[in-house]
């Protein structure tokens, strides 16, 4: 069973930077893609960036300029640095998965990013 840990959630202020990590449980080559998804209260899950196998990346336009989304192949590990931070940032942020040659995807537990201004 695949298993993706989130950490790094937490308290921020406006203007500042944040680093989320996501640990997988298998070699993430076991994916076609893997990255960040977040949900707002009363709003529907959304896209933040992911990383495509080769290292070619996907971003929302809110994020993009801002936020970097990045992997390591030896720890198994998707990262999202998040650079000049705003309130409307403020979600549960969720790891994602795809597996390779499917349509299934896995999902972390998620985490809370909150941003105060």
């Known amino acids: 069973q695949v298993q993706l840990v989130e950490s790094g959630g937490g308290l921020v202020q406006a203007g500042g930077s944040h680093r989320l990590s996501c640990a997988a449980s298998?070699?993430?080559?076991?994916?076609?893609?893997m990255g960040w998804y977040r949900q707002a209260p009363g709003k529907q899950r959304e896209l933040v960036a992911t990383?495509?196998?080769?290292?070619?990346?996907n971003y929302s336009d809110s994020v993009k300029g801002r936020f970097t989304v990045s992997r390591d192949t030896a720890k198994n590990t998707v990262s999202l640095q998040m650079n000049s931070l705003k309130p409307e940032d403020t979600a549960v942020y969720y790891c994602?998965?795809?597996?390779?040659?499917?349509?299934?995807?896995?999902w972390g537990q998620g985490t809370q990013v909150t941003v105060s201004s």
């Open positions: 994602n998965a795809r597996v390779l040659r499917s349509t299934k995807d896995y």
């Open positions: 298998v070699s993430i080559f076991s994916f076609s893609s």
């Open positions: 990383i495509i196998r080769g290292s070619s990346t």
